[in-house]
C-alpha cells in the first residue's frame, strides 16, 4: 500500500487479556519501529526490526511485551496480561533502508489505540 | 541520559505571527535531528531533518530550524503562521530513538 497500515485502529481489552496488533509497513522497506505514545506525550521508542531480525527491544516495558516480524515484512507487537497503564496508542513506523544508513525521517502508520479497561 | 526535550509544552498565536518552539538534545556522537508535526486525528508526518551540512534546515510548509551545537539546540522556526499549523509539533533525535514530549500549536485566526 501507499503507508503503514495498522489494525486494529481501536481496541479495547479487559485487563489480564492479551492483544495483538499488527504493522503492515511500506513494501519493501526494511527497517520498522515500535512506538507507544501515552496521552499528553510523545512517542516512546519500543523495539526495531532490520528486515525479521529484532535488532533493539530496549524500550519494551516488561517481559508481557513481545513483538515479532517473522517474514521481514509484517509486524505484530503482542501484550500479555494486559494491564491498565498498557493503555495508549502504539505506533509503527518504517523505513527503506537500515537505521545506520538512514537520512530521512520515518513513516508512521496512525496507530493503534488500547484501552484497557 | 540520552534524551530530547521540548519545554514549550502549549503555544497560542494569532495567524501571521511568528513562531519559534525549542528543542533540546542530549546525546553524544552522530546527531541526527527531526522534527515533525501531527495533525489532528492523523499520523505523525515529517517536517524536516538535519543529518550534517549547512546547519539551517529548510522543510515542508515553510517550516525551518536551526541546528546549534553550542546550544545543544534545534529549534523549529516559521515566520508567519496560519490557522492550518495549528497541530502537534514533535522533535525527535537519534534515528527517532528518542522523542520530545511535543509542543502544540493553537493558531487564533
Known amino acids: 500500500g501507499a503507508g503503514v497500515s495498522q489494525s486494529p485502529r481501536y481496541k479495547v481489552a479487559k485487563r489480564g487479556q492479551d492483544v495483538a496488533l499488527r504493522c503492515d509497513p511500506i513494501?519493501?522497506?526494511?527497517?520498522l519501529f515500535w512506538y507507544q505514545q501515552a496521552l499528553g506525550q510523545g512517542p516512546e521508542f519500543l523495539t526495531y526490526?532490520?528486515?525479521?531480525?529484532?535488532?533493539?527491544k530496549s524500550g519494551l516495558p516488561s517481559d508481557r511485551f513481545f513483538a515479532e516480524r517473522p517474514e521481514g515484512s509484517v509486524s505484530t507487537l503482542k501484550i500479555q496480561r494486559t494491564q491498565q497503564e498498557d493503555s495508549a496508542v502504539y505506533l509503527c513506523?518504517?523505513?527503506?533502508?537500515?537505521?545506520?544508513?538512514?537520512?530521512?525521517?520515518?513513516?508512521f502508520g496512525s496507530g493503534t489505540r488500547l484501552t484497557v479497561v | 541520559a540520552q534524551s530530547v526535550s521540548q519545554h514549550n509544552h502549549h503555544v497560542i498565536l494569532s495567524e501571521a505571527a511568528s513562531l519559534e518552539l525549542g528543542c533540546n538534545y542530549s546525546?553524544?556522537?552522530?546527531?541526527?535531528l527531526f522534527w515533525y508535526v501531527q495533525y489532528p486525528g492523523q499520523h505523525l508526518q515529517l517536517l524536516l531533518k538535519?543529518?550534517?551540512?549547512?546547519?539551517l534546515v529548510k522543510g515542508i510548509k515553510g517550516f525551518e530550524a536551526e541546528f546549534i551545537k553550542s546550544k545543544f539546540s534545534f529549534n523549529l522556526r516559521k515566520p508567519s503562521v496560519q490557522w492550518s499549523d495549528t497541530a502537534e509539533y514533535f522533535c525527535?533525535?537519534?534515528?527517532?530513538?528518542?522523542f520530545g514530549t511535543g509542543t502544540r500549536l493553537t493558531v487564533i485566526p
Open positions: 513506523a518504517s523505513s527503506l533502508l537500515n537505521s545506520g544508513a538512514v537520512n530521512y525521517g520515518y513513516t
Open positions: 513494501s519493501g522497506h526494511v527497517s
Open positions: 526490526f532490520q528486515n525479521e531480525a529484532q535488532l533493539d
Open positions: 546525546y553524544g556522537g552522530t546527531v541526527n
Open positions: 538535519y543529518f550534517s551540512g549547512d546547519p
Open positions: 525527535a533525535g537519534a534515528n527517532n530513538l528518542f
